[in-house]
């Protein structure tokens, strides 16, 4: 019983292998099962393709770097990078390659974004990315500036040619209504009075309810019922033509029925004097030095007193000291929280902010203000950016570079495959069976990490990073053997010399690979787009190399070593005979 029960056992973990294998081939290639529902199932995953493989969207952007500060351009031009790198990604757009560059002068920023066909889809990732600032109230203006008063003047000569235009349309109006034209059509027809509708009967109206103008003309006594006013009546709203139709009542309680034929037009001066008079009492903010690049974090919360939702913002410690001092400076003035150059709020200053908490309030709907809070929290830009050229880009040059790394891929596997089989021997032909599990497991991660939006996307490099982690799971199961080789010239058995060379091959397996592991985090956290890419594919391959090497292999080398292999040693590694201890 006890026999039996070592034997079951015996095979548990082989038959693990075995049904991991299948899962990990089906994955990575459910057609060849030939089962319909379930190719149809896991058909969907797909490898994510990089721009140099499935094409995608060439972007280039200009940063404006007017109130940057001089030696800081290139900081602020790092900071627009990692923001829209974090963008894209929250949009599932993995991998996007994003180059700072230097042209003369000029600042930009290199972005491609591969997988994306429409322009516009790309164009507005990177332009939901909001510009945040924080403005404070400039001192009050009393004088206009030279191109303001130019475009008054301009405005003021305009509105008076409209004015004579409207003047004399009334006066033809009137000489038609005098010759008998219907005073009802002409006024359905040319009037711009749009107070009811397009009804230009007043109805009756008592004295102070129109403007002195209008009634100086209509409480005439030496006008009758039903009479055309003989002379157009101007107003501040324009020029009137004017119908009398009946009238009750004496004295001060007189009413008088009348309608009208207007024709709108403004006063030169009186524009003149309103729009200057805005025009300085319109609030003008200057920079403090506090945007997007500062802000730590933002969530969603109510107001207290109306229950509103509002968007509280955190900075960080520069950002929370800057807060304080700009608030100290502005106490009684207004600080205005600018996003994409629009007046979000200009709250007034009442009290020192030391916490470095700001709140933007509106008419937000709850949804808005998540949708704010997500966008903020993605990144603010620190500058303002300007497409200056934009490109789809085909992927014909990428397939061909793919159907080559493929195919460099399979005959360099092949290869391998040989040699391990005609140097190691059976072992070798273990280590290729690990070798096809390798390769299976790789592509079924790729594959399942389609499903999450941060999953790996396919380069180029990234092939190149994957060959190479194939290098390292061959180079791993040679060191095992060679360790396995001196064990059994020892004249250990197979088992023992088995779990020897794993043993003593482990060290040297894991200080390889951790190094490997290290040199790649570094190249993701300081690499651009295809670097990472590289990077990323090279641990991947790494960790499942050392899997398949330590577990994979040993396992399938433990459950085949019989009886007839320890007696045909040379079947199984080595040549020669072996030492006696």
Known sequence: MKIRKIGQKRWVKPLAVIVFAIIMLVIANPKATGIGWLDGFLGNMKINMGLDLQGGVHLIYEADMENIEKGEEIEALRGVQDVIERRVNAYGVAEPNIQPSKIGSSYRLIVELAGIKDVEEAKNLIKETPLLEFKKEKEQRTELNEEERAMIEGQVIEISAAKTEAKNKANETLEKALKGDNFDSLAEEDSEDRTQGKRENLGFVKKGEMVPEFEEAIFQDDFAENTIFSEVVETQFGFHVIKKLSQRGDGESREVEVSHILYFAQDPEEFRVSIE??????????????????????????????????????????????????????????????LDDQVISAPVVNDVIRDGEAIISGSFKLQEAKDLSRRLNAGALPVPIHLISQQSVEAS???????????????????????????????????????????????????????????????????????????????????????????????????????????????????????????????IMFGSGFIKGFAITLIIGVLVSMFTAIVITRVLLGAVLFDWLERHKVWMLCSGKNKKK
């Open 277 to 338: 008079k805005q025009i300085l009492q319109q609030p003008e903010f200057e920079s403090t030095g506090l945007s997007g690049k500062e802000l730590k974090r933002s969530q969603v919360s109510f107001d207290q007193q109306l229950g509103q939702p509002i968007v509280v913002l955190q900075f960080d410690d520069e950002g929370k000291e800057l807060f304080k001092e700009i608030t100290e400076q502005n106490k009684g003035k207004r600080i205005a929280i600018f």
């Open 397 to 523: 040059l990428g397939q061909a570079s793919l159907e080559k790394s493929l195919k460099a891929g399979l005959w360099g596997l092949a290869i391998v495959g040989v040699f391990m089989i005609i140097y190691y021997r059976f072992a070798g032909l273990i280590a290729v069976f690990a070798l096809i599990i390798y390769t299976a497991t790789i592509v079924a991660i790729y594959k399942l990490s389609s499903l999450s939006p941060y999953g790996v996307t396919l380069t180029l490099s990234g092939i190149a990073g994957f060959i190479l982690s194939v290098g390292m799971a061959v180079d791993a199961n040679i060191l095992i053997f060679e360790r396995m080789k001196e064990e059994i010239k020892r004249g250990r058995d197979l088992r023992a010399a088995l779990e020897e060379g794993f043993k003593r091959a482990w060290t040297s397996i894991r200080d390889g690979n951790v190094s490997t592991i290290l040199t790649s985090i570094i190249l």
